[in-house]
């Protein structure tokens, strides 16, 4: 049984030495990246122009299970890491459930949210090749400001293409990154030629985490000595939050429990996968029974309603082909709060494990999200981010189904940044302003239809 204990933290000793590295346990490893052109799978040389030379090696890793984190990376985790392993007592009160229900706190960063685990290490590798810029996108902002603060540390100049309709939403995210330094640009933007293009198509478009991509992208490619940085999707994001569910495998021991079920909600899978994949592996390795559960909005249903196939990553095509769960990289999804969910595809490694029934998918209207939020913020007294309601809402759920089943499963999901600069969109919530948005069958097999099938 669990003690009565609330907050587990490691010692700093205990903090992760390595990365898990997923892809090297697999059963059906994902299907590779492929060149557009060519159609060829892709070597990590064919990388090196857009990312580090150290992530483009790491993301075509296949072989090994653990990664070693730098020691420089490992020293700068340290002023937060780790983070807490909390048992939600106030949200089982709540709902009356007879689940343990535990969550990661990774709002307790320095810029509130998990993003900044891949920031480091990302902008370190840049660093040590003697990269003096570096570029990205971001849809609500965490990863922009995670990435302007990993840049002010190593000493590199950032850029950071915004999402336009989150830019406008969320301006103190905008602040935070101009804080440490950063020049942000709403997207599409004037300032490339994939934006230009896309305003000319639609001189009203607000955007998309696809638009911003293809507009770092393009910068990173025409800048000297400049590298692209992504903050979810790829293989190597993932791989860098793994520290999230390495350390929660050790919490989660100190509380004497196993989670029956692990949530994560689910833009591009970094946060996801950092809390799933170490947990995972037992499920591979030794037979665990864990249940994996991603939470996406429903204005965004990539895992629950898209096609699986070869995709951009980006919407000007600038990127590899993904295997990935795909709207279509031309998708244009609603202007929901949590921005950092609105993205097209999934990364290939969550394809494959959906694919392989490995996990399950869910997904939230943002009124539900909203309502789980509030419900967590009384209860625990913590205002979680608008991505994250939809971990809490799959949580909340699954607690709901033991409380009507008398069963005590061990629920675990990730809180994976703050709300405190998502106010605005509280704002709405409780003023009565906001709205679902619901996708119809037809309109996501047309959008699908006009982007080809790549193989």
């Not at 009565?4 to 992760?16: S, T, V």
């Not at 996108?137 to 293409?161: D, N, P, R």
């Not at 990154?177 to 599409?188: D, E, I, K, L, N």
Request: proline residues 6%; hydrophobic residues 35%; glycine residues 8%.
């Amino acid at each position: 049984m669990a003690t009565k204990q609330k907050r587990f933290i490691l010692p700093e000793d205990e903090i992760p030495k390595y990365w898990y590295n997923i892809q090297a346990d697999m059963v059906n490893k994902p299907m590779p990246l492929l060149n557009p052109k060519t159609k060829q799978p892709l070597t990590a040389e064919d990388l090196f122009p857009i990312f580090s030379k150290e992530a483009s090696r790491q993301e075509l890793n296949t072989t090994d299970a653990w990664i070693e984190i730098p020691e420089e990376v490992r020293e700068l985790y340290k002023y937060y890491r780790s983070t807490p392993l909390v048992r939600a007592y106030g949200l089982e009160k709540a709902l009356g459930t007879p689940a343990h229900i535990y969550f990661k706190n990774e709002s307790v960063s320095p810029i509130g949210s998990h993003k900044i685990n891949s920031a480091l290490p990302q902008v370190y590798y840049c660093k040590q090749e003697g990269v003096t810029n570096v570029t990205t996108e971001t849809g609500a902002g965490q990863w922009g400001a995670a990435l302007s603060y990993a840049a002010k540390v190593f000493g590199i100049e950032a850029a950071v293409y915004q999402v336009k309709v989150s830019y406008e939403q969320k301006p103190y995210r905008k602040s935070i990154m101009q804080t440490f330094g950063a020049q942000v640009t709403p997207s599409p933007s004037m300032s490339t030629r994939a934006g230009k293009d896309i305003i000319t198509r639609d001189p009203n478009n607000q955007g998309s985490l696809g638009t911003a991509i293809s507009e770092a992208v393009e910068l990173a490619l025409t800048t000297p000595n400049c590298k692209y940085t992504l903050g979810s999707v790829l293989s190597h994001v993932s791989l860098h939050q793994t520290v999230i569910g390495l350390e929660a495998e050790k919490q989660m021991d100190m509380a004497g429990e196993y989670p029956d079920i692990v949530i994560g909600c689910f833009g591009g899978g970094s946060n996801f996968g950092g809390i799933a994949f170490p947990f995972m592996r037992h499920n591979i390795l030794d037979g665990k029974k864990t249940r994996f559960i991603a939470a996406e909005p429903a204005s965004c249903p990539k895992l629950t309603r898209g096609k699986f196939q070869y995709d951009f990553g980006d919407e000007a095509g600038y990127t590899p082909l993904f295997p990935m769960f795909t709207l279509g990289h031309n998708f244009q999804p609603a202007n929901i709060h949590a921005g950092g969910l609105r993205y097209h595809g999934a990364g290939s490694i969550v394809s494959q494990l959906l694919k392989d029934k490995m996990m399950e998918a869910v997904d939230i209207q943002q009124l539900e999200s909203f309502d789980a939020g509030c419900l967590f913020a009384k209860a625990e007294g913590i205002i979680p981010a608008p991505e994250s309601c939809h971990a809490i809402a799959a949580a909340i759920a699954e607690a709901n189904k033991c409380k009507e089943s008398g069963e005590e499963k061990v629920i675990l999901f990730n809180l994976s940044g703050h709300g405190l600069i998502d106010m605005a969109s509280y704002d709405q919530y409780l003023a009565g302003n906001l709205m679902n948005y619901d996708l119809k069958d037809e309109d996501i097999q047309k959008n699908l239809d006009e982007i080809k099938d790549f193989l």
